[in-house]
DNA sequence: CATGAGAATGTAAGAGCTTACAATGTGAAA
DNA sequence: TTTCACATTGTAAGCTCTTACATTCTCATG
């Protein structure tokens, strides 16, 4: 039924060795040898079998990408830039996304290892755990293939950081927040990971920068969902925990604080001013739009696989890049021009 | 360096044949020597290469997803709903991106098809052309294995279709508009695809019924971006088209309308009253939220995975399942309570 | 015309797994 | 104890390709 180099062989009258130089784009291949072969395979419809390939060749060029979660606005907006920046590199990419759970995360990375993956790359800070032993499994894929922490950091062997630099922009999204009056910031987190602990330290280190005193109270981890989200801000508004402005570590819970705003009628930017994270669609489409921290994924993309090119050209590479974050503003603040 | 199959049974003291028994879960093989083997596999840290057990078994239980686009919200979801799903059915997915390009999506088709995969799902109408000679590669590809069309429909065989009744929710939308009294309403799209024309066919077909004429120059070809099709929209009103309502092919234009009217402080619905497509989160966050149109991308890719699994159990299978929208209202329409 | 270098092609041995079939082992029934 | 059925294990061929090495061809040179 299907063809394969055999029959391709046969039909061109070569012999198969002749067919894979073809297929691999060899020189040593006369211009009449190649035509003909060239012209059995378009007749036969033949496609080169992956598995044989790569079983011969111990690799196929494919690089593994896990992330927990593709439908989120920011990790597919990462994905596909890393899609595109390995092509265009001549890479293929294998996606998985894993969930939030260690035992599937472990499961499907061990799954891309199987496919012979020459490399991973590990999406989004939601990763690493803050117990050690529970990234020991990422250690030990690294033993094998190289690994890429995208938005996270491992010191370990063989294992190398791109990520941005959270820390300084919130430090310095809080600042600018503080010198335009506000005292009372409430800190919106979504889980302890390793960008959100980031953010956080950014947070406080502003604070302690003014000789301020954070109010514990102010942070809070919020649901994600928008619905849900309004509900818990509005929440904490009733139970009497003041805030004057809202920093955000996703920009659908900037976009829930301001349904929030609206829903009690208080002014934005006056009344309260609100900071969102990853500057997506979302805070443009948001009324007002949403000042937001752009943590610029396609920069942070294209970086990581450029590192990697480096490592396969066998060329040094520094276990950990930082990018630094863009603050885009819009209507939900009032800072004073930089 | 990687262990093997031969250095697990060298380790274990058994064949390669009861390694690969064990791999695969079957029966025939004694607690004892199971455990011996796993205990060989753990201490080696061994992985089977995928690329060899697809040689021998011909296929890897892994599908060939491919959309044009995963950063589009729609589409991301989508995929990660038919990721979810296959993996839930015990199958691997690999996924390409394969933009606008017809040769790029012939070139991923066949990159897809080298990977022997058991089948293929095309998601997105932007995979069906006009000219049928542009989609002939398609129906090739059928030949060697199923194709699933989400969201576009092309009668060949071993080609099957899940999608969604645009034509009939857009049908059903435009007659709500003109229940309530509006009469220039523009219909915004991105493209010709099979389901642009389904929804303008819909659009038409409202008309149609209440005996109306539509005015073509309130069909307008949008960019999606939101800044320019916030300028497009603005545009076309003060060029001195009227319209009092907006039905748009996508949410994020349905979002420029709505910061259009505020530009031009419409009062909306009063003044403007403005549909979208899709019921993504975009629809939620706008300020007033936008009544939009749900196509269910999650029922269409939960019913696509389990066409193709009817199909491997080799079951009969309708060559075209629709799935009907559901209208979600939010503040933009003012319809009546159904 | 003989020779030799280099280009073009072919042969055959893998790459790591599956699995049909053969061989061996086990225990119950005779 | 023998025999038979069946569970367990091993042997070897096969899946499709790559590639080192061997062979053959071509043609300029002596």
Known sequence: MKANIYDVSTKAGVSIATVSR?????????????????AAMLELGYTPN????????????????MCSDSSDTYLANAVYHLEHELRKNGYDSFLCCSGYELETKKQYLKLLLSKQV????LVGSSFLDMTPE?????????????????????????????????????????????????????????????????????YRKAFKKHQLEVDERLIQRCPKKLSENI????????????????????????????KFAKSRSLRIPDELSIVGFNNSVLAECSEPAVTSIDNRVE???????????????GRDVPQKIMISADLVQRATTNFPPA
Chains 1, 2 share one sequence.
């Open 134 to 202: 529970n990234n020991q499994y990422i250690v030990d894929a690294a033993q094998q293939v190289p690994v890429m922490l995208m938005n996270a950091a491992l010191d370990k062997p063989n294992i190398y950081s791109v990520l941005c630099d959270d820390f300084h922009a919130v430090k310095h999204a809080t600042s600018s927040l503080i010198q335009t009056g506000h005292r009372r910031i409430l800190f919106l987190y979504k889980s302890h990971s390793y960008s959100g602990n980031e953010k956080l330290a950014g």
């Open 118 to 121: 020459d490399a991973l790359i």
């Open 22 to 38: 073809v297929l691999n784009g060899s020189a040593n291949v006369s211009d009449k040898t190649r035509e003909k072969v060239h």
């Open 231 to 258: 509900r818990f801000i509005a929440g904490l508004y009733d139970m009497g925990l003041e805030f004057d402005a809202v920093i955000a570590s996703e920009d659908i819970m900037a976009v829930g604080a301001v």
């Open 299 to 313: 920069a942070l993309s294209v970086t990581t696989v450029n590192q990697l090119m480096q490592l396969f050209a």
């Open 50 to 65: 992956a598995f044989a390939r790569g079983l011969g060749l111990g690799s196929m060029n494919t690089i593994g990408i």
